[in-house]
């Protein structure tokens, strides 16, 4: 069979069609035995041929969730769809009958289906003793660990009838998961919401935005606040039917943050004008006295929607730090050096608080959608290690696992994987958070190779056995 000519279904970005179980018997290095959980990254993985594949888009796939579970220092892999409607549906037909992300508008599903396939492939949270699959534009599934079954969609006991967007925010201290969604279609273009720590939904409203419909991808908590994101990729069904694409980067629109009290409706929203760009992904948001900190990666501009070239520099996003003050209505900004950096994560135990080391992959200058190292970042004093990947390797995003009893911010690890294209061989790294640029502690090869994807999450033993008692 012919390579395929998008660059999105050939190589390491293809889909395996593989679901497996197996131990991991190579380890380079040594396992850490006070390190106990689970290592999950999830991403788009199509079961059949995409009805255009020239028009195939990273970001449709069907999701498929990676698993390394460690374990008393030794290691095991297993790989598993998520079993959504759609995914089921398309099974049962034996072929794709849905279009993609550059196909909305312009290829039409049989009409006794949604518009849109929920694709539950861009991040996971764990939630009430849930492991849930994310996706943009629909509901949750929740998944059953260890073995990544799929139990059903939710939508919180009919609590929220509505989409939960990728990165919704859980608050270790109350057990709330912030939530919130956007419509590309009609007002309110964007739906805010908390669901309680035993997944009861207790608060919900409807914010109105004044321009055009937007993609809002992540939004950032403190212990008090929620902050919105309104930035320019708009969305137009109009401009899809005529031959562009559904979102673009319309930059006359602005860039805004709003701010509103965890609990409060969106009369109580305050919005701030920041300088136009956009975030994808936030580190974190505190409170500083009157002050609300947020930190993300921020880029000038974006073209993450079109994928016929590669990334410019200036489509890269960059360490960004915002102080929004609530007395005066000021906001100051600030790019914190030069690392083109995107996949931001903390330690999520310090989410809503202040935080001093955050992590995040680093791009590589000419490949748009790979990262050649990993990146930690110390607040006092904004610096930066850097630990590249070996030549011809690529990783994505790292997430921190704490060690087992952790007592610091960064006792723990850093946790990710790592594809060798030379050898079309993937590893989980192990990282010692508090030794970081001393390498990988343990290279741990899995038994079958793992695509390239999106969102990373670490579920601990401790909290794995929660959901097994039920």
Request: charged share 10%; net charge negative.
């Given at each position: 069979m012919a390579e395929a000519a998008n660059p999105y279904l050939r190589g390491n970005f293809a889909p395996t069609h593989e679901e497996v179980s197996?131990?991991?018997a190579r380890v380079e290095g040594t396992i850490p035995k006070d390190l106990a959980g689970f290592f999950l990254r999830t991403g788009p993985n199509n079961q059949f041929e995409p009805i255009d594949p020239e028009a195939y888009h990273?970001?449709?796939g069907d999701g498929m969730v990676h698993a390394v579970e460690i374990r008393g220092g030794e290691?095991?892999?297993?790989n598993r769809w998520v079993r959504t409607a759609g995914f089921e549906r398309e099974r049962k037909e034996g072929r794709a009958i849905w279009g993609g992300f550059n196909s909305i508008g312009k290829v039409q599903p049989p009409a006794d289906v949604p518009m849109m396939k929920n694709l539950a492939n861009t991040?996971?949270?764990?939630?009430?003793?849930r492991l849930l699959a994310l996706w943009e534009a629909g509901s949750p599934h929740e998944l059953r660990l260890p073995d990544l079954e799929t139990v059903d969609e939710t939508d919180f006991g009919g609590g929220w009838p509505y989409a939960v967007s990728a990165h919704p925010k859980v608050d270790p201290r109350t057990g709330e998961l912030i939530v919130f969604c956007y419509s590309p279609v009609e007002q309110p273009y964007v739906r805010y919401g908390i669901v309680d720590g035993r997944g009861v939904v207790k608060h919900?409203?409807?914010?109105?935005?004044?321009?055009?419909?937007?993609?809002?991808h992540d939004m950032a908590i403190t212990e008090r606040h929620s902050l919105i994101f309104d930035m320019p990729v708009t969305f137009s069904i109009e401009r899809a039917m005529n031959g562009g694409i559904a979102f673009d980067w319309e930059p006359a629109n602005g860039s805004r943050v709003g701010i509103l009290p965890r609990y409060g409706d969106a009369s109580k929203i305050r919005w701030f004008d920041v300088q136009t760009g956009y975030i994808f992904h936030v580190f974190n948001a505190w409170e500083e006295g009157d002050e609300v900190v947020l930190e993300a990666c921020r880029t000038a501009r974006t073209s993450i929607l079109e994928t016929s070239r590669d990334m410019q520099a200036d489509e890269q996003a960059r360490f960004h730090r915002y102080r929004f003050d609530l007395a005066s209505g000021k906001v100051s900004e600030e790019r914190v050096g030069d690392i083109p950096v995107e996949f931001s994560r903390i330690n999520e135990a310090y989410v809503g608080v202040p935080t001093r080391y955050g992590y995040a992959a680093r791009f590589h200058p000419t490949r748009g959608l790979l990262f050649d190292a990993v990146v930690k970042h110390d607040r006092q004093g904004d610096r930066r290690e850097?630990?590249?990947?070996?030549?011809?390797?690529f990783g994505q995003e790292f997430v921190f696992a704490p060690r087992v009893a952790s007592r610091a911010e960064d006792d723990g690890y850093v946790v990710g994987f790592v594809h060798d294209e030379r050898e079309n061989a993937t590893e989980c790294w192990v990282i010692d958070a508090q030794r970081f640029g001393a390498g990988p502690v343990a290279r741990i090869r899995t038994p079958h190779t793992v695509p390239y994807g999106f969102h990373s999450h670490w579920v601990s033993a401790a909290d794995a056995a929660k959901q097994a008692r039920g």
């Open positions: 197996l131990p991991c990273p970001f449709d290691a095991s892999y297993r991040a996971l949270a764990w939630h009430a003793n919900t409203t409807g914010i109105e935005l004044p321009g055009a419909p937007v993609m809002i850097v630990l590249e990947f070996p030549s011809g390797q």
